[in-house]
């Protein structure tokens, strides 16, 4: 096979592309077990009131898991997306704006998740 | 035609590959679908850091009839992509490209990706007192 881990693992000229792949399979990776989590959680969950939830979030193991979902659940989209918008999108500078739009969108949204998070975490 | 044995062009078991187009397609739609969805994940997580009240609005959108849809579409969404995802993964290992496990692991993605949403769904009613399985 040509996509033995050992030749494309930072190697070759296109080093940002390959990159991107790695990181594209890692947060996929990463994403299967914390989505089994979420759904299952969620369906726990389900017409829980305010203080329960907030006292779900507040569990630490809670709190980490969920961070961690909001960063590779973003990051994942983020790369996701650059994908879908180089196949498409072949004028160089809408591409570009594009990706620069999408991408700044995707960050803002998924830090403000991130932070909502920390908010209900760190809350009194 | 004087070469009769030279590859036809456009290759003709593409068409064939009616199954797996479907599947390459989904994942895209899903993908982005779910990109767009992260913005209810958002607001779910804004919500609950608010407030009460800020709380009581999300659930009261995400329990109406249009919201459980949504959510429905979304779970899906979610569910299709991720075992279509774990496919993408084996293959990029180098894994189940033969002909036959490609089809068979599509066909499996597709039944399942069905059946363990309509299971969440059908154990969330169940715990929410909606419906009454047993
Ligand atoms: C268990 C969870 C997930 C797994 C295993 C997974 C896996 C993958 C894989 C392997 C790819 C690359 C497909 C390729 O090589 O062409 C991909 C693409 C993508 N994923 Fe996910 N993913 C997951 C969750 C998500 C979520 C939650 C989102 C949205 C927030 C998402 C958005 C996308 C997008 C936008 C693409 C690009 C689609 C394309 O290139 O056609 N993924 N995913």
Known sequence: MTTALGKIKGMGSAKSGTSHWWMQQVTALALVPLVVWFLVSMVALIDADHATMVAWIKNPFVGVLLSVFMVMLFYHLMLGVQVVIEDYVHNELLKMSSLILLKFSIALVGLSGLFFILRITLGS | ?134
Do not use: C
């Open chain 2, 1 to 134: 035609m004087s070469h009769p044995d030279r590859p036809l062009s456009p290759h003709l078991q593409i068409y064939k590959w009616q199954l797996n187009m479907l599947l390459s397609i989904l994942h895209r739609a899903t993908g982005t679908s779910l990109g767009i969805g992260t913005l209810g994940l958002v607001w779910w997580a804004w919500a609950v850091s608010s407030g009460p009240e800020a709380y009581r609005t999300f659930q009261s959108a995400a329990s109406h009839p249009v919201g459980q849809i949504i959510l429905f579409g979304f779970s899906y969404a979610l569910v299709f992509h991720s075992l279509n995802g774990i496919r993408h993964l084996f293959w990029d290992l180098g894994m189940g490209f033969e002909k036959k496990t490609v089809t068979r692991s599509g066909r499996a993605v597709l039944i399942l990706s069905a059946v363990l949403t309509i299971g969440l769904w059908l154990a969330g009613y169940q715990l929410a007192g909606r419906i009454s399985l047993f």
